[in-house]
């Protein structure tokens, strides 16, 4: 009897080894599915466009006025300082100047742009194959540059030539814009702008995003925030380095007002090479990159934080407990 129960059992496991085998290497390769950057998980979670909207426009709205509330002062003396022409003095007063008409304006472009970004993001990343969330990235980033440009625009005209000076409140300043130039003079620049703020939007966002899945990935756990103002940091302050010469040459096509000194942005950049040489196409290169970096990590920094308490005020799906 003893061989014939060692033949039964030794028959038992040769026949449920395939079972056991096949359920481990699902278990396997559901491990590794879950290892890779999280993209592929929210495909899975249901998408509620509305929703995405709306904490998209109050995280973006929040973001958008900290961070320009916080680092105007510079911006103001590198809008100056790409302005001057020649050996002209930078003017240290009033860095503050247009600060409040600015906020008016900065609120509803950053909330419109992070309110199209995020639910552009999540609907491209269900449409690419996984290897391409970079190109859902940039082209989100993209969309949303347009959509807010629209009143980035207008706001940036009245800002940087109250910053220069030209005006002293913003209601004057549109006003007598207006007056004189017609409506379109709120939109003068809108090619040099849209020249420097789709690529800049485009791969900060992108850079960002990828090296925020990148980390997570590695880690194999979720970023605190000041890993993410890190990222932020170093995305903004990269990508603000790289754009620098269309700054300045928005910035110059933005304050010229009536005088018209520039026909278009290619007259632009032969002027300022002709006149000034190379090297002015970068100025402003130091302050750009200390501002942009600061800004990247505030602004991603309250950006998260602000997703993520809202995230937490969602109401639970009703089978979640059963999932659990």
Known sequence: MGPLTLAVDSKDSSAASPDVSNKKMKELQLKTRKSFASVSMEKQKPFDFFRT???GVIAGGTAGVVVETALYPIDTIKTRLQAAQGGVKINLKGLYSGLTGNLAGVLPASALFVGVYEPTKQKLLRMFPENLSAVAHLT?????????????VPTEVVKQRMQTGQFVSAPDAV??????EGFKGLYAGYGSFLLRDLPFDAI?????EQLWLGYKA???RELNDPEKAVIGAFAGALTGAITTPLDVIKTRLMIQGSANQYKGIFDCVQTIVGEEGPPALLKGIGLRILWMGIGGSIFFGVLESTKQALAQRRPSPPDQSKQD
């Open 53 to 55: 909207l709306f904490e």
């Open 140 to 152: 989100a980033g993209a969309i949303g540059g347009v959509a807010a440009s629209l009143i980035r």
């Open 175 to 180: 006003h007598l814009i207006v007056s004189k």
């Open 204 to 208: 900060q966002f992108c850079m960002y």
């Open 218 to 220: 590695a880690a194999c």
